[in-house]
């Protein structure tokens, strides 16, 4: 039997060795992390229905970041109680990237304004990536004989509560972009609220409702097929995608009613995790066929840094939160 002996120098350099493969091995878990994410697929949650603006520009960088990633990313739809059902399942879901969320205006600027009974904010997540903003269009049912702004202020005044307006949820930012219509104008109109823009509009298109402020990416293909009447935009320039629609600024001056979409995380997510996830979205909605797709549903592309993006939220909920002490809701 063969034995080996080691002498106190040869145990001090194995012991050193060692402890430098360690090091190598766990002394830069982010590091790691990033260069192995993702290693299978990666879940990006939709707060509402399939086929809304959010949604469609979900499927669109969900699509691009799989290819770049070489992993699929899922999208899973979570709709219900004005995206506050798919936010809180990924407030409570695992912070190892593998599950993010599709974070909206409406979920992340106006729900922690309106409703301070709300099971989750903007503290349980970690903010990655704006991704494009657009105004809300204003449109109605081809059956309403307004056919500007003018002549649709002057008809709500003169038939007070005759028009029902529909929004993707009570509360939600297409809501109060309505309601601040309805302070700005003094006009009435009867909200009839439903879960997610698709159901919105299928009744809009039905008639059965005849007026809707919603994202430019939901209405603007029904606008050009003559389904709907596009009467204005929300922005206070005009869009892009729709240069022939004036803003409702035109009519009222200083009215603006703009949204966003962009990516959040659970909270603790690692910033090696965020950064890369940060990065790969910048130039996945900076692609020339990301833009252009995204322009023509009335949508502009942004990106930006993790840290940019909390202090946009951080400003857009304290202009939702004066909005909402402007018009008096409260979410029961």
């Not at 299978?40 to 949650?45: D, E, I, S, W």
């Not at 949604?55 to 799989?66: E, M, P, S, T, Y």
């Not at 809009?204 to 919603?214: E, I, K, N, P």
């Amino acid at each position: 039997m063969t034995t080996f002996t080691t002498t106190p120098s040869r145990r001090r350099h194995l012991a050193a060795l060692a402890a430098a493969g360690a090091t190598l091995l766990l002394g830069t878990p982010g590091a790691l992390a990033q260069e192995r994410f993702p290693a299978r697929p990666v879940t990006l949650v939709v707060p509402f229905a399939a086929g809304g603006a959010t949604d469609v520009i979900a499927r669109l960088i969900g699509q691009k970041l799989g290819e770049r990633w070489g992993q699929p990313v899922v999208i899973d739809n979570r709709a219900g109680a004005t995206g506050a059902i798919g936010s809180t399942f990924v407030a409570r879901a695992p912070a190892d990237g593998y599950t993010l969320l599709m974070a909206t205006a409406s979920t992340h600027s106006v729900a922690p304004a309106v409703n301070p009974k709300l099971p989750y904010g903007m503290k349980d997540f970690s903010p990655v990536s704006l991704v494009a903003t657009f105004p809300n269009m204003l449109v109605v049912h081809p059956s309403v004989p307004a056919r500007n702004m003018a002549e649709f202020i002057a008809l709500l005044k003169a038939e007070p509560d005759r028009y029902n307006y529909a929004s993707t949820g009570a509360g939600g930012s297409v809501h109060l972009a309505a309601e601040l219509f309805k302070i700005a104008t003094r006009t009435q109109m009867v909200h009839v609220p439903f879960k997610g823009s698709g159901a919105a509009l299928s009744e809009l298109l039905s008639g059965r409702v005849q007026v809707a402020f919603d994202n430019i990416p939901a209405v603007w293909p029904q606008v050009r097929q003559g389904k709907l009447r596009a009467l204005a935009v929300t922005g206070l320039e005009r869009s892009p995608a729709a240069p022939d629609v004036p803003t409702v600024a035109d009519t009222v001056p200083g009215f603006e009613a703009t949204t966003w979409v962009g990516l959040v995380a659970p909270a603790g997510l690692p910033p090696a995790i965020v950064a890369k996830i940060a990065a790969d979205t910048r130039e996945v909605a900076q692609l020339p066929e990301v833009r252009r797709m995204l322009l023509d549903q009335g949508a502009s592309a942004v990106g930006g840094n993790p840290e940019q993006f909390g202090r946009f939220v951080a400003e857009d909920t304290d202009k939702w939160r004066k909005v909402v002490q402007a018009t008096g809701f409260v979410m029961e």
